[in-house]
């Protein structure tokens, strides 16, 4: 089983940024995660934002390209988001997701464990 917290979320201006964290309890060793961020905005579609497998490779959504960055900390069990040059679109709920079958993709279905969710509110 693996167990997601995230953390992170505030609200900010446009162009300010935040670092979303996402630690994961695991009775599996965390570097066989793949893992990705996702986000949900009210009335939208979840949207995968950003993918990271388990050997390091990463897929980010256009709509984050140049402004995104996805790690993680293998020795504390944390994934993180670094945003930066938020817009007022980038406000949504954003998830992190696992999975022991090497997807970093954002097909939702191949993620089997997911976090709660932290509020990232971008303002104008």
């Known amino acids: 089983q693996v167990q997601l917290v995230e953390s992170g979320g505030d609200s900010v201006q446009a162009g300010g940024s935040l670092r979303l964290s996402c630690t994961a309890v695991?009775?599996?060793?965390?570097?066989?995660?793949?893992m990705g961020w996702f986000r949900q905005a009210p009335g939208k579609e979840r949207e995968g934002v950003a993918g990271?497998?388990?050997?390091?490779?990463?897929k980010y959504a256009d709509s984050v390209k140049g402004r995104f960055t996805i790690s993680k900390d293998v020795a504390e069990n944390t994934l993180y988001l670094q945003m930066n040059s938020l817009k007022p679109e980038d406000t949504a709920m954003y998830c992190c997701?696992?999975?022991?079958?090497?997807?970093?993709?954002?097909?939702?279905?191949?993620?089997?464990?997911w976090g709660q969710g932290t509020q990232v509110t971008v303002s104008s």
């Open positions: 990271l497998g388990s050997f390091g490779s990463r």
């Open positions: 695991s009775t599996h060793t965390y570097s066989s995660l793949s």
């Open positions: 997701a696992a999975n022991l079958g090497g997807f970093y993709g954002f097909n939702t279905s191949t993620y089997s464990f």
